[in-house]
């Protein structure tokens, strides 16, 4: 399963299943054979995610998610388990069928700022990809637009940098700004009982891990959570101005 690797920074291959709760519970018990828990995960191996996407005034990441484009890009804030103890901005890319990713940590107070649309010109000349998020702010009027939250359960495997993620209970909500309080509007993004499975790894994907994972019967997905939760809102997303 090899591919070219697309130039421009370190890329992953990234492979999405919406799978069902019973066959999330089988593929867990093989991988538990050949993997490991993640050690960031909680005791249950799990941790909370919650994601704020970026857009411009014209969706423009929302229509090229849906066309297919490719190359695309885009921005997220980041935290885990309603905690501002890490807060990274993120720039997601996708190019050739791969993906990268560049982040950097910024803190409550810039993280706030930017949910509510307030300049972080002051931060220039801090970070790469903050000069490069504040650029398109100015310029494309880059909004907060969604805000994403699951839980993960990831394992991992040496051999070709694999990392196997079971993302559930997917929810999407426009209250961008509460991004660090546990009750906010929700709605559930995929049908009741099921989740997304995802498979990153650097050039290979080992037979082994392949073989536990494909039974014939799993439904990959080429779109992403930001995607299919303004789709689940039907189109109420954070208002761009």
Known sequence: MNRRVPEGGQYRHELKYIVDDARLQVIERKLLCVMQPDSHADANGEYLIRSVYFDDYR??????NEDGVDPRAKFRLRCYNYSDGRISLE????NRGMTGKDSCLVDRETCESMLAGRSIRHLLGKH???DEWILKSETQLLRPVML?????????YRLGNVRITFDRNISASYQ??????REISRVAVLPTGYHILE??????LPDIIYRLIDDGHLQQTTFSKFYLGCNAMGGKVHELS
């Open 59 to 64: 969706r423009s990441c929302f229509y090229e």
């Open 91 to 94: 720039k997601k890319r996708k």
């Open 128 to 130: 790469p990809l903050l």
């Open 148 to 156: 994403g939250e699951y839980v993960r359960k990831p394992f991992v």
């Open 176 to 181: 961008v700004r509460r991004m660090f309080d």
């Open 199 to 204: 498979v990153k790894y650097d050039n290979f």
